[in-house]
């Protein structure tokens, strides 16, 4: 089965390194750099969703989509819009309903910031200003219950902006159960991927074998 390891905003594909490593089949894990997509398109939400759907439309057989914040948010869509094409969702980080107020205090700060401080995030300033500011507006609250497919929400322990909307998209979403990771906050790729590739292993098992809500 294909998997599809989404990252998120201010990561790259190589966040993904050691959670692979952590993984026993690395057989058709997938890793795309968003940035990438967005080469010489308006640097926008909308852009980046329409490229998730061309590169997904590759694979015949349905995925299992893992995405990070940013990530969560583009494989949660997909999993609302293409349930027939996915197999499973994980979702680390992710919010449903964008917090606007905090995305334009985050703008705000994201305008005094030198160039300089976005070389290692793939986008540049100002890609990365309109591309947060194109999220604003996004709310799949009423449409959750369109996911057909397992879902596994994850969150790590010390991630307090992201923990609410995990544990409601664990009760709004049909067939999904939650994983909270100790020793990690927003980016649990990065500061736990031994533990997180230990849950999705046990996860996928789960899937292969007739998902059962806990």
């Known amino acids: 089965m294909t998997t599809i390891l989404l990252h998120g905003l201010g990561q790259a594909s190589s966040s993904w390194e050691r959670t692979v490593e952590a993984l026993g089949d690395k ?3 997938f ?4 940035a990438s997509w967005l080469d010489k398109k308006e640097p926008c939400y909308t852009n980046l969703y329409k490229e998730l759907e061309k590169y997904c439309g590759q694979f015949s057989e349905p995925l299992n989509l893992c995405g990070l914040s940013l990530g969560g948010i583009l494989a949660l869509q997909y999993g609302i819009e293409l349930p027939d094409k996915v197999n499973s969702l994980l979702l680390i980080g992710t919010q449903y309903s964008m917090p606007e107020k905090l995305l334009k205090f985050q703008n705000a700060v994201f305008h005094i910031m ?3 401080a976005f070389q290692s995030m793939g986008f540049g300033k100002k890609e990365f200003i309109s ?3 194109s999220m ?3 709310n799949f609250a009423h449409d959750l219950k369109k996911i057909t497919c397992p879902v596994l929400v994850i969150c790590g322990e010390k991630d307090k902006a992201n923990k609410a909307a995990s544990l409601q998209l664990r009760e709004q979403i049909p067939h999904a159960e939650i994983s909270i990771i100790a020793d990690a906050g927003h980016e649990v790729n990065l500061e736990n991927p031994s533990e997180l590739g230990r849950r999705m292993e046990v996860f996928f098992r789960k899937v292969k074998a007739g998902f059962a809500e806990p």
Do not use: G, Q, V, W
């Open 114 to 116: 030198p160039n300089s």
């Open 131 to 133: 591309l947060t500011k």
């Open 27 to 29: 057989s058709n894990i």
């Open 31 to 34: 890793c795309p750099d968003l």
């Open 136 to 138: 604003m507006k996004l």
